[in-house]
């Protein structure tokens, strides 16, 4: 079948499936509110609503992150976003598996492809590979995911931008709460919040979390506070941003098909033979201040947000001490401290009703990083487990310099004219100061021009749709450029970055009873990167030609009756290498050199295959009663469902498709004049199934599949003081 053909049958799905949904509520009645009253500012020169926005995003509230779980991962609550995967590994060494419209999805350990940001504070480093185990989101009071075209105004490796934000306090209060659940879970939370006087605020909170896990070997402890401290003036307004997390967790690996089949709940043996393990400390502090002019044309408003951060990470692999007898081989434990800074100054003006923002943006990281082995001693003494010989030792830098524009004009009052052009360039560098593994020095820069356009037509006060195209780059990262793929020692100088070309087309409905958002996007990508060679603790990469993504996405909030409503999200996507290229069938594994043009231990991926980590569908629903009376809170049950997930590039086994239920009760309590009592209970996969939640993609020990969490239970008390 051709693409053509399948983005229509994408099409023709969606539209059926949003036509009945629409069709079934249309004889209802309700209030519109919701999401029709939204506000975001990702992709956006200034604070408007979703239902205005020309592009696709999604806004998960601070109440929605409650009542979805303990407030620890995003994958609790981004379901409700279309179009983008997110996936708990159940496993705190690891970070989340996520993924918008594909990209990111090849990434076997934190995040690639995607743009993370906290208060403007990005948590993507300038290579493209960014973390979320640091995101504060008992502190959020919402997240805004845009996906499409206009995300590429992010810079490089923005397949996706996932922004968090805090607010600021306007009222004086404190927050105690207490999360208990299974598998040994315990968290505990203090919160306070004031204005104080000639115009400042300060929101501070402070989170300990505890867990044994579900499977042996996989308790965690995390401690994370952050301090928000704002102050506002008559033309200008100040944000201060400072946190700190510390997190020390076990890491039961993933299962091989074997391993998993026999017992989904187990460890592989290596996890605790090696006593696999992670510990993550990361710093950083922020400010943002934003002047006003206060003026209506011209030069409107000049903003500037700076920030410097340190993280510091120790991980104990499985790798065994035979393999790092190669003496190019850089050991069994990763030890890094990265310090990294940024600044982001911009501009708006306005000519007439012409919109304007310019603004230049530069980070920077450096990763003192070492290698050492795993080990110490011979057998039959050898002790695993442990911080041994050092086998590397190197200084890696990257820098990124970009300068952006974006514009909004008005053609009329139902049509909107909107574009930008983000331009820059991506300098890494790696110094090696350990040789006996070979000399890894080496430099590479990337350089990139990603414009946007679209347009934005309001149909009537309830219905607008929008259409976009836009070029988009991705480098490879740090990590991707490590290790060349034909085994011998060096930087990968070979490897060059991914280049897209994505279009959109949209849809925004606000009616009586029902918001429907829906769009369809095309991304065809040259160049490629995936994975070469995983094996032995090294993974390298290569370019492995065209390839193609494309499918609908929709999500639906109805208002069936007072007190009753309902939300959906589903995902239809295609995504597929257009080329055949060459990758690892088992370990060893060589690509071709000039010293062995054969290869070793080869095997062909054909043009046609699934890029591995992708669901053709993906997709959840809620449905929730609020009865009033005498009957207290809110009832709700929830739905997740996704297809199958091929494992490797190959497509030569996948984790099979599931469908979990899980059960929630919420309500609030005015105790006191000023205390209120907050209660959340909730009970996930409510019947036991059993199932690959991720998968390590491409993985070279086949240790692909991480288990989804059986049935589990958590019981949640906030009290909420005011003053």
Not at 3 to 23: F, P, S, V
Not at 378 to 399: I, K, M, Y
Request: charged share 20%; proline share 4%.
């Amino acid at each position: 079948m051709s693409a053509r053909r399948r983005l229509r049958r994408h099409a023709r799905h969606l539209i059926a499936a949003c036509a009945a949904l629409a069709g079934i509520a249309s004889a209802q009645t309700g209030t519109a509110a919701g999401d029709a009253h939204s506000v975001v500012v990702t992709g956006s020169l200034s604070a408007q609503r979703v239902f205005d926005a020309p592009f696709a995003i999604g806004v998960v509230d601070a109440q929605a992150l409650r009542e979805a779980g303990p407030m620890v991962n995003l994958s609790e609550a981004l379901w409700r976003v279309p179009g983008l995967t997110v996936a708990n590994r159940n496993n705190y060494a690891q970070d989340l598996q996520l993924s918008s419209r594909g990209f990111g999805a090849r990434a076997g350990f934190g995040v690639r492809g995607l743009r993370l940001y906290t208060d403007g504070i990005p948590a993507t480093m300038p290579d493209g590979q960014g973390q979320v185990a640091h995101f504060d989101l008992a502190g959020a009071s919402r997240i805004e995911v845009l996906r499409g075209p206009f995300s590429v105004l992010y810079g490089n490796s923005s397949g996706g931008v996932i922004a968090l934000f805090t607010a600021p306090a306007r009222e004086r209060e404190a927050e105690f709460a207490l999360d208990a659940g299974s598998f040994g879970l315990r968290q505990g939370r203090v919160e306070v919040a004031a204005p104080l006087p000639s115009g400042f605020d300060v929101r501070a909170d402070l989170t300990r979390l505890d867990i044994d896990g579900f499977r042996p070997h996989s308790a965690a402890e995390r401690t994370l506070g952050s301090v928000r401290l704002g102050w506002r003036g008559h033309d200008d307004t100040v944000t201060v941003l400072l946190s700190d997390h510390r997190q020390d967790a076990a890491d039961p690996l993933g299962l091989t098909r074997a391993q998993f089949d026999a017992d989904p709940l187990q460890t592989t043996p290596q996890a605790t033979q090696f006593d696999t393990r992670k510990a993550i400390d990361q710093s950083q502090g922020g400010v943002n201040w934003q002047h006003r002019f206060g003026r209506e044309q011209g030069l409107i408003e000049t903003r500037v947000v700076a920030y410097l951060g340190a993280r510091g990470v120790t991980q104990y692999l499985a790798i065994p001490a035979a393999t790092q007898a190669n003496p190019t081989h850089s050991g069994g434990v990763i030890a890094f401290d990265r310090d990294y800074d940024g600044i982001d100054a911009r501009v708006r003006l306005r000519f007439g009703h012409t919109d304007i923002v310019l603004g230049v943006d530069r980070e920077r990281q450096i990763d003192d990083r070492k290698g050492y082995e795993n080990f110490i001693g011979a057998p039959p003494a050898q002790t695993l487990g442990v911080q041994g010989s050092l086998r590397r030792d190197e200084t890696n830098r990257a820098t990124s310099t970009d300068a952006y524009g974006q514009f909004e004009i008005p053609l009329s009052d139902a049509w909107q004219l909107v574009g930008g052009v983000r331009s820059g360039q991506v300098k890494m560098q790696v110094d090696d100061r350990y040789l006996g593994n070979g000399d890894d020095s080496g430099a590479l820069k990337f350089s990139y021009t990603n414009p946007v356009l679209g347009v934005r037509w309001r149909v009537s006060p309830r219905w607008t749709l929008h259409a976009s195209a836009a070029r988009g780059f991705e480098s490879p990262t740090l990590g991707e450029l490590a290790y060349r793929p034909d085994g011998s020692s060096g930087f990968n100088s070979g490897l060059r970055g991914q280049r897209s070309r994505q279009f959109e087309l949209g849809s925004k409905w606000r009616g009586e009873a029902i918001d429907l958002d829906a769009a369809l996007f095309l991304i065809d990508t040259d160049d490629e990167i995936g994975v070469a060679t995983n094996a032995g603790g090294r993974s390298s990469f290569q370019n492995v030609g065209r390839t193609r993504r494309h499918g609908g996405e929709a999500a639906l909030t109805w208002r069936l009756a007072p007190g009753l409503r309902a939300l959906g999200s589903l995902t239809l996507l295609d995504a597929s290498y257009r080329d055949g290229f060459l990758t690892c069938a088992g370990v060893p594994c060589r690509l071709p050199s000039a010293g062995n043009p054969a290869g070793v231990n080869l095997a062909a991926v054909p043009a046609g295959n699934r890029i591995a980590g992708t669901q053709r569908v993906l997709g959840g629903a809620e449905l929730a009663w609020r009865p009033g009376g005498k009957l207290p809170g809110e009832v709700a049950v929830e739905w997740r469902a996704q297809g199958a997930t091929p494992v490797n590039d190959r497509n030569t086994d996948s984790a099979a498709g599931f469908g979990v239920v899980a059960l929630r009760w919420s309500a609030d309590w005015r105790l006191t004049d000023r205390g209120t009592l907050q209660l959340l209970a909730r009970v996930d996969n409510v019947f036991g199934r059993l199932y690959a939640g991720s998968v390590i993609v491409n993985e070279g020990n086949q240790r692909y599949f991480e288990t989804g969490a059986p049935r589990s239970g958590l019981l949640s008390v906030r009290w909420l003081q005011k003053f």
